[in-house]
């Protein structure tokens, strides 16, 4: 079953628009979220987190919007630049009731292209 | 360059073969995951070892163990191999010292792609 779905496996936007990657998760325990990018032959390189008691996080031209009672979040680029072309992945973590965390829990990822 | 390193890069071996997979953490960092990303899947979590201990177990077959060493370097040993185990291994590391605030941040590695033939 899986905790994490990411249901686009590709976006393709122009140059200089907004690109809006979307992610619904199933596990209320989950309390972080992050979005990491990977470009081929890389490993996936972290991009933007947001905790559960927020609903907005921003840094540069990335945002994260999450909207819990949804189970839904999403990430926005703005402007989309070329480099940005990339698989985008989605995770969540858990924090024990005891200090710690698991690791992530990963949707499929997101292939975004970025049209010049 | 993440702070994380594998080795093999690349691997072709034939089934039934054994292999072994090596991760050296970033520095200062406690923990080590090992995920697997095969085609058209995301990255599945396959085992989790802090400070030399078994944390957590995710979707890792009985052929597949893991040990991470006093030195926190960690190898992931796959065994009997089958067409079906190829893919990309990551092998990630993060602090987590037991608190945490904050996201669990973990960092990448480049991955070892591993073809069985």
Not at chain 1, 60 to 69: A, D, I, M, P, Q
Not at chain 2, 98 to 107: F, H, K, M
Request: proline share 4%; with cysteine; aromatic share 10%.
């Amino acid at each position: 079953d899986q905790q994490v779905k990411q249901n686009s496996p590709s976006l393709s936007v122009q140059e200089g628009r907004i690109s809006i990657l979307n992610c619904d998760y199933t596990n209320s325990m989950f309390d972080y979220f992050l979005w990491y990018k990977k470009y081929p032959a890389e490993g996936p390189t972290f991009l933007i987190s947001i905790s559960s008691i927020k609903d907005k996080n921003e840094d540069g031209r990335f945002t994260v919007f999450l909207n819990k009672s949804a189970k839904h979040l999403s990430l926005h680029i703005v402007p989309s630049q070329p480099g940005d072309s990339a698989v985008y992945f989605c995770a969540a973590s858990a924090t024990y009731s005891g200090g710690g965390a698991d690791g992530l829990t990963f949707g499929k990822g997101t292939h975004l292209i970025i049209q010049p | 360059d993440s702070g994380v390193t594998q080795t093999p890069k690349h691997l072709i071996t034939a089934t039934g073969q054994r292999v072994t997979l090596r991760c050296s953490p970033r520095s200062g960092d406690l923990s080590v995951y090992w995920y697997q990303q095969s085609l058209d899947q995301g990255l599945q979590f396959l085992i989790q070892y802090y400070n030399g201990e078994e944390r957590a177990k995710g979707n890792i077959l009985e052929r597949f163990s893991a040990q991470q060493f006093p030195d926190l370097h960690s190898e992931l040993n796959l065994s009997s191999l089958e067409l079906g185990d190829s893919a990309l291994y990551f092998c990630a590391s993060s602090p987590m010292t037991g608190t945490i605030s904050g996201a669990n941040v973990l960092t990448f590695g480049a991955g070892s792609r591993l073809t069985v033939l």
